[in-house]
């Protein structure tokens, strides 16, 4: 207890070097706190994003022509305390988009309702203000569709679709909304409304997916049992995906971490210099001022202290400054994260930042364990700099003590 | 000035051991420095070897309303202007470029078609700007009606070498222009496809382009260049725009942005802690010095020579740091480029780290940069207490007080 109370009376006898040093370790760990939660934030938005995408339970045709109806009516009957909405689709890959002299027959159509775009918006960003409705003759693109086919919002683009049975359909879409969205989700992704797309297919009434968004706090068992349901009836008939199962058999989720390891390799190579520049100072700065109190110690030593009774002390004062710079820098991290989290991609030119954030904003996420395993490191970090700057402050005085003799 | 050369020699030499923690901390800054910008520029000239010199071509000259290009985006006709005044408004002659022409078109074979970006290019001044292109089989295109594609078009359109296919594309008042083309070549981009919106590009001879689209003059859509000067460049954005070649890839811009990004918080941190040590360590073993100062001054010294000879013993100390840091540093990148580091087992890390073997090229202006910056701080750090602690009165009062 008495080198606590003396610990403490030497950072307040030093306030304004005590205060420095906490600011340091204040902006130190801020910095690896703000690195850990973005990169932990990065995760959740992206199965955000991909459950906004392509939904909790994600039903498909298993044969071109068969018909998807008879599932969304067992859904209906038996699930629906469960399912928040149900969304249908209608998917077209073998078209064409022209607008004026420019074309493309990259990506995919789909038809569906204005309900999906409301639900995928959160993780788009919007060229326009305002968020466009779906509405039957108009077309929302994504960026790059929009820029192989130099398309702005109000332009006619003409979409030209082979149906199965060969006959090609033409039908002209006003634009009424361009969007960015991260590439492994949305790249060269268009959606007009479902009549449309039916139109086009010359198919009324064919839907050849469906989108289960289930309620918030449905389990995993119950997502189980409603696939196994569903299983058992219509296994010949469809193609049943639960991307949260098994996320690492989701091609973008599984893209997404591959971008993500690049981005988290550049993070802990930064985290490393930060944890390698707190030992450093720390280091530097207990050698320094202790050996300023050279006297002082030195009378003590007289006086029969042992040595390790100096780390004890050294300890005690690096520990008040480590709580004390953590807290600071967690909560300095909270609120530049709170400022950070305002910022949302919307400059074209850096869409692809879309595919490391996940979604379109800044996302961070004060896990608590990631918090104190960064908080670990500093902690350790703080001690090995304690420790060698005492040990080096330590081997200095014999030296001296040896030259003067 | 050897005299003070050599009074600094010996104070340096005195004060080494003493100054071992902040030998440590410079050493290990510089280590730090060298290790990081010598990777960062490895990665950054790999960059440009792998997708300028295969791809991309160099960097893009276009019209002033061309803000930002994707390489597998088409231009507008209005932005395209004339080869031939360009060349000589801005003496092109003797320099390393390519003019091209971007039009988008749709190839059809029987049953199949597909929409690319064609580039009208000389072939010659082309392949000087792209000299890593790779031809997986025939040749590239010479003159007439030639077009070369990726091996994924020629796959989607079931086509090889010496097929013609049908080519449809507007001229350049609006009109459907179709002819037949012939396939001499199919480019090999291996792992570019992938990644670059699937390779859709394709090139023809710019004089046949030119004449599918119905037009006489010279016109191009872009200059491809790669060794421009700082003057010319900044003639040319007065009515154009110079588009980094990189800056067309939308993945590279990501790559790019982390690695500026990593590099900008490095510096800064590493800049900010190497002066706060050498800060509180040069204060204190300077200020224990009034002594020697006053020696200094006993024997006819001015402040301003004591202050020479402090900077000078400075000088020699960041010189001390930096050997020790470079060769710390040059061992770690022998041990890195033995290591052998192939990247073929993925091809997401051969696209960020753009090749297939990662080997570390360490340059000597780096090291250069390095102890600039390690000197600089370290005269900055120290010049406050220099300046303060070689005052006469200072030290008359510091070695009179009892």
Known sequence: MFLWKWAAKNLLNNREKTLKRILFSALMSSLLFLSVSFLNGTTIQMKESIRESQSDLFITNRVFDGDISPVVTFLAENYSKEMEMMIPRVSCSEFTLHLNRYYTDEGVVYGTNPEYIEKISPGLSWLEKDLPFLAPGTILLDINLAEQLKAKKGGNVIMTYKTKVGVINTKTFRVAGVFMGNSLLYENVAYVNIKDAQELTLEAERVNEILIYLKKGVRKAELLNIISAVRKDFLMDVIIEAWEINPEHNLAYYMFKIVKGFVQFIFYLLNIVFLLIIYLSIQDSFYTSYRARKEELSSLKTFGMKDIRIYFLAFYESLYIFILGTTLGCLTARVVSLLLETVKVTNPQYNALMMALGGANVVFDFNPSSLLFVGGFIFISTLLGVYTGIRNYLKMEVREVISVI | MLHNLKLAWTGFHRFRKRRKNLTIILVSIFFLMCFFTNIFFTLFNNMEKYWLEKVVGGDLIVAKSEKRLNIFRPIEPENYFN?????????????????????????????????????????????????????????????????????????????????????????????????????????????????????????????????????????????????????????????????????????????????????????????????????????SSIGERHREMGVYLSFGAQPGMIRRIFNLEMTIYSLYCCLMGSILSTLAFVALNRARLYTDFSPVFQVFLSTSHFTVNYDFRVYLLSFALIWIVLITSSSKTIYRTSQTKEIVNTLTRR
């Not at chain 2, 970006?117 to 082309?126: A, N, Q, R, S």
């Not at chain 2, 792209?130 to 359109?157: F, H, M, V, W």
């Not at chain 2, 079931?158 to 296919?165: A, L, M, N, S, W």
Request: charged share 20%; net charge negative.
């Open chain 2, 83 to 283: 080869y031939s005044q360009f060349k000589e408004k801005y003496n092109l002659s003797g320099k390393i470029h390519s003019p091209r022409l971007r039009v988008p078109v749709v190839i059809e074979n029987g049953n199949y078609e597909k929409g690319l970006i064609v580039l009208g290019v000389d072939p010659e001044k082309e392949l000087s700007v792209t000299p890593n292109l790779d031809l997986a089989k025939g040749r590239y295109i010479k003159e007439g009606a030639e077009i070369c594609i990726s091996q994924e078009i020629a796959g989607q359109l079931g086509v090889t070498v010496g097929d013609e296919v049908i080519i449809f594309l507007y001229t350049k008042d609006g009109y459907v222009n179709v002819d037949f083309i012939t396939v001499t070549g199919i480019i090999e981009y291996e792992t570019i496809n992938e990644y670059m919106g699937s390779g859709v590009l394709g090139f023809i001879p710019i004089g046949h382009l030119r004449s599918l689209q119905h037009i006489s003059t010279d016109e191009i859509s872009e200059i491809v260049f790669r060794d421009l000067n700082p003057l010319q460049k900044w003639r040319i954005t007065r009515d154009y725009n110079i588009i980094s070649g990189l800056a067309t890839i939308p993945i590279l811009v990501l790559i790019r942005l982390f690695f500026r990004f990593f590099l900008l918080v490095f510096f800064l941190l590493i800049v900010l802690i190497a002066f706060s040590s050498s800060y509180n360590n040069i204060q």
